[in-house]
């Protein structure tokens, strides 16, 4: 069965620090990968999105970036963390091209000081 | 682009009762509606979904409504039980890198 793996849960960091969170999915291959931000009692933001290896979208405009080094490894970064980074991020994975559901990750809790 | 709207925010009723979630969307082109359950500290888990083709599902004690000329889609819980507290997302979707457009979310109350 498929899995998908988000470290670390809980992260903080002061504001101008770098960041870097990662996610893994097994049991699957070429999976579409994704990285959401959820702010208190709000849905879900898309912010990135890769179908591949080194295939990165971008949704909004911000101060992260993401990158995609192998298949199943999806990394969300920053080089200098604002306060309004702080939030809820959640890594999910999907496969193939038509409507299939999302599955997501336990999520990371960042708090920027 | 796709806008869900979700209602109500906060819901709350007696164990044993039905609860109902309703969301709209806006985008005629969506063709895929799932529902998530996030628990407190964890992500989203799917719990039932409905594609276009369809206008209603069933898995036990949850069910998926859609109408598809009113654009509007709706959860049904019946017999709850405390377990069921948690927030409910809906989400529409067109398909294609599956972007997913989700609603605000519902905050579920199950009252022993």
């Known amino acids: 069965s498929q899995t998908i793996h988000q470290w670390p849960a809980t992260l903080v960091q002061p504001v101008g620090s770098p960041l870097s969170l990662e996610c893994t999915v097994e049991g699957t291959s070429n999976p579409n990968l994704y990285w959401y931000r959820q702010a208190a009692g709000r849905g879900l933001q898309l912010l990135f999105y890769?179908?591949?290896?080194?295939?990165i979208s971008s949704e909004v405009p911000q101060n992260l970036s993401a990158s995609r080094p192998q298949d199943r490894q999806f990394i969300l970064s920053s080089k200098k963390l604002l306060l309004s980074d702080s939030g809820f991020y959640l890594c999910?994975?999907?496969?193939?091209?038509?409507?299939?559901?999302?599955?997501f990750g336990d999520g990371t809790r960042l708090s920027i000081l | 682009g796709e806008n869900v709207e979700q209602h109500p925010s906060t819901l709350s009723v007696q164990e044993g009762d039905s609860a109902v979630i309703k969301c709209t969307y806006s985008d005629s082109a969506s063709n895929y509606f799932p529902w998530y359950k996030q628990e407190l500290g964890k992500g989203p888990q799917l719990i039932i979904d409905?594609?276009?083709?369809?206008g209603e599902k069933k898995d036990q004690r949850i069910a998926v409504t859609l109408n598809k000329t009113a654009k509007h889609f709706s959860l049904h819980i019946t017999e709850t039980q405390p377990e069921d507290s948690a927030v409910y997302f809906c989400?529409?979707?067109?398909?294609?890198?599956?972007?997913?457009?989700f609603g605000i979310g519902t905050k579920l109350q199950v009252i022993p």
């Open positions: 989400a529409a979707s067109i398909g294609g890198y599956q972007k997913v457009t």
């Open positions: 890769s179908v591949g290896i080194g295939q």
């Open positions: 409905i594609r276009s083709n369809v």
């Open positions: 999910a994975w999907s496969v193939g091209g038509g409507n299939q559901p999302q599955h």
